[in-house]
């Protein structure tokens, strides 16, 4: 039997992981953190110096390096080589460094096959920036999740550290972020032709989330 995927893609700070939580949990389905695949694979590029850009040691690096995704006590948990590394993705430098390195035609070669594994054998919604438009053409229902640059910049900055805040940088690093995600040559930000946009500036998660839940029981 074809499994049920839900894609929801989207730009920095529009909401997706809470969204994309929230909704799978309504539906009862698994949630896949495409994002923290990317942000996994920069961490280890950052940790292990990595130079990304040459294809040599990329490709090197790439094949020996083993991302999972484990559930516990309720938790998302990713995993490098048995180690969490949960705690150490969302920097923003981190962020900045999947951006660039997600646009290497072979780390999403290498992440497609543990992605589509995983919608092989469960229902599942899918967050991420090229769900809809390259990785599940053909799934069920796509969102494309998307909300004003300052109300995003606002988000991100009420999630960050007290010592770490700076609102004028983290607007600016989304600015540059959403540059390059949509204008990048590999599987560009974009929503897919049928993807349903849904501006969530001034929408609760809650909002957001029995709108999906209306759309997906009419599709």
Same mark, same amino acid.
């Given at each position: 039997?074809?499994?049920? $995927?839900?894609?929801?893609?989207?730009?920095?700070?529009?909401?997706?992981?809470?969204?994309?939580?929230?909704? &799978?949990?309504?539906?009862?389905?698994?949630?896949? +953190?495409?994002?923290?695949?990317?942000?996994?694979?920069?961490?280890?590029?950052?940790?292990? +110096?990595?130079?990304?850009?040459?294809?040599?040691?990329?490709?090197?690096?790439? *094949?020996?390096?083993?991302?999972?995704?484990?559930?516990?006590?309720?938790?998302? $948990?990713?995993?490098?080589?048995?180690?969490?590394?949960?705690?150490?993705?969302?920097?923003?430098?981190? &962020?900045?460094?999947?951006?660039?390195?997600?646009?290497?035609?072979?780390?999403?070669?290498?992440?497609?096959?543990?992605?589509?594994? $995983?919608?092989?054998?469960?229902?599942?919604?899918?967050? *991420?920036?090229?769900?809809?438009?390259?990785?599940?053409?053909?799934?069920?229902?796509?969102?494309?999740?998307?909300? +004003?640059?300052? $109300?995003?910049?606002?988000?991100?900055?009420?999630?960050?550290?007290?010592?770490?805040?700076?609102?004028?940088?983290?607007?600016?690093?989304?600015?540059?972020?959403?540059?390059?995600?949509?204008?990048?040559?590999?599987?560009?930000?974009?929503?897919?032709?049928?993807?349903?946009?849904?501006?969530?500036?001034?929408?609760?998660?809650?909002?957001?989330? +029995?709108?999906?839940?209306?759309?997906?029981?009419?599709?």
């Amino acid at each position: 039997m074809r499994k049920k $995927i839900i894609t929801i893609d989207g730009p920095a700070g529009a909401g997706k992981t809470t969204v994309s939580k929230l909704l &799978s949990k309504k539906l009862g389905c698994v949630y896949v +953190d495409t994002g923290a695949l990317y942000r996994g694979v920069a961490f280890e590029i950052q940790r292990q +110096d990595i130079d990304w850009e040459n294809d040599t040691a990329l490709e090197d690096f790439l *094949g020996n390096l083993n991302l999972d995704f484990v559930t516990k006590k309720n938790s998302f $948990i990713l995993m490098s080589s048995g180690r969490n590394i949960t705690n150490s993705i969302r920097t923003p430098e981190i &962020s900045m460094l999947a951006s660039s390195s997600s646009a290497k035609p072979q780390v999403r070669a290498a992440l497609l096959d543990i992605q589509r594994n $995983i919608a092989k054998t469960k229902d599942a919604v899918f967050e *991420g920036r090229d769900m809809g438009t390259v990785v599940f053409p053909d799934a069920a229902v796509k969102f494309f999740l998307f909300a +004003d640059l300052n $109300i995003r910049a606002k988000r991100r900055f009420d999630e960050m550290p007290d010592g770490t805040k700076d609102i004028n940088r983290v607007q600016k690093e989304i600015e540059t972020r959403d540059h390059s995600d949509s204008q990048r040559k590999s599987a560009p930000l974009k929503p897919a032709k049928d993807a349903i946009e849904i501006n969530a500036s001034f929408l609760t998660i809650e909002q957001v989330v +029995d709108k999906m839940l209306r759309i997906i029981e009419k599709a």
